[in-house]
């Protein structure tokens, strides 16, 4: 069996212990990571700027491979800043403005 915490303890300013959950400390970095890349935050851009695109449309536009604008696509989509759209044989990425407003939030009470 594993022996690993996945808390770690914390003393708040008033003295009480609290425990951080790292488990949820690693999901939310890896979120921030997401954003905090030059290319996904151009591809978010392009996307945003044309409502919705295909990964063909995304890759030739950026003049990427189209292994490299899916890698991406995929982790956009992992961490819910692009929504999906199947239609036939196409899948359309949109930007998901809701998770980006909660990310922005998110980040002005951290840095508070």
Do not use: C, W
């Not at 992992?78 to 998110?106: C, P, Q």
């Amino acid at each position: 069996m594993n022996n690993v915490s996945t808390t770690l303890p914390a003393i708040t300013e008033n003295g009480t212990f609290l425990n951080l959950n790292l488990i949820s400390a690693k999901k939310a970095a890896m979120i921030l990571r997401a954003v905090n890349h030059n290319l996904r935050q151009q591809i978010l851009k392009l996307i945003d700027e044309n409502g919705k695109m295909t990964v063909t449309e995304i890759y030739i536009q950026l003049r990427l491979e189209q292994s490299v604008a899916s890698q991406h696509l995929a982790i956009l989509r992992k961490a819910g800043f692009v929504n999906t759209d199947r239609d036939g044989k196409f899948i359309y990425y949109s930007v998901n403005h809701k998770r980006l407003e909660e990310l922005n939030h998110f980040i002005i009470d951290l840095l508070k």
